[in-house]
T-cell receptor, first 112, second 113 residues
Framework: GENVGLHLPTLSVQEGDNSIINCAYS??????FIWYKQESGKGPQFIID?????DKRQGQRVTVLLNKTVKHLSLQIAATQPGDSAVYFC???????????FGKGITLSVRP | KAGVTQTPRYLIKTRGQQVTLSCSPI?????VSWYQQTPGQGLQFLFE???????NKGNFPGRFSGRQFSNSRSEMNVSTLELGDSALYLC????????????FGSGTRLTVV
């Protein structure tokens, strides 16, 4: 079955620094990828997505990079803020399947 | 516009009982998916409904079931509860039967004692 996993369980960064969160996936048929942020007591919140026909997509302070050759996905957060502290999940799906497969999650902690 | 609403927010049930959770999607969204979130297994797909039809199902036992009504509201039911069913149950809605534009609710925290 498909496996989507994160490399590190926790990440601690200094406020103002850039954060990079990495994710690996195993299903080469995956063609849609999403990053979610989950704060305590809330459901996952959409951050940014990317389709397999792209290798980079930028949003506000966030960039997602996709490397299909090595099946790797990363989320870059510029000028990390205390409000960015949360658990981050990567997820993937295929075009013909509405199911999302999630990674385990990584906790981002921002030091003031 | 209102987001995805899940009720109740918290539930405590005893082993062997059954439970029904409710999800009201964003207005106009016709696809509703359910996920189970636990510390050990993370987020796992339960099932997805579109226009009152189950279109996709995850690898959960038959004790887990769901349905969708004509107004797109969805319910999931877990029968013969086990301690391991303790989890955060999340509902997500989207316009179509694909994952684009998925919006999650805040979940129902189920504790089985």
């Amino acid at each position: 079955g498909e496996n989507v996993g994160l490399h590190l369980p926790t990440l601690s960064v200094q406020e103002g620094d850039n954060s990079i969160i990495n994710c690996a996936y195993s299903n080469s048929a995956s063609d849609y990828f999403i990053w979610y942020k989950q704060e305590s007591g809330k459901g996952p919140q959409f951050i940014i997505d990317i389709r397999s026909n792209m290798d980079k997509r930028q949003g506000q302070r966030v960039t997602v990079l996709l490397n299909k050759t090595v099946k790797h996905l990363s989320l870059q957060i510029a000028a990390t803020q205390p409000g960015d502290s949360a658990v981050y999940f990567c997820a993937s799906s295929t075009g013909a399947n509405s199911k999302l497969t999630f990674g385990k999650g990584i906790t981002l902690s921002v030091r003031p | 516009k209102a987001g995805v609403t899940q009720t109740p927010r918290y539930l405590i049930k005893t082993r062997g009982q059954q439970v029904t959770l409710s999800c009201s999607p964003i207005s106009g969204h016709r696809s509703v998916s359910w996920y189970q979130q636990t510390p050990g297994q993370g987020l796992q797909f339960l099932f997805e409904y579109f226009s009152e039809t189950q279109r996709n199902k995850g690898n959960f036992p038959g004790r887990f079931s769901g349905r969708q009504f004509s107004n797109s509201r969805s319910e999931m039911n877990v029968s013969t509860l086990e301690l391991g069913d303790s989890a955060l149950y999340l509902c997500a809605s989207s316009l179509s039967a694909q994952t684009y534009g998925y919006t999650f609710g805040s979940g129902t925290r189920l504790t089985v004692v």
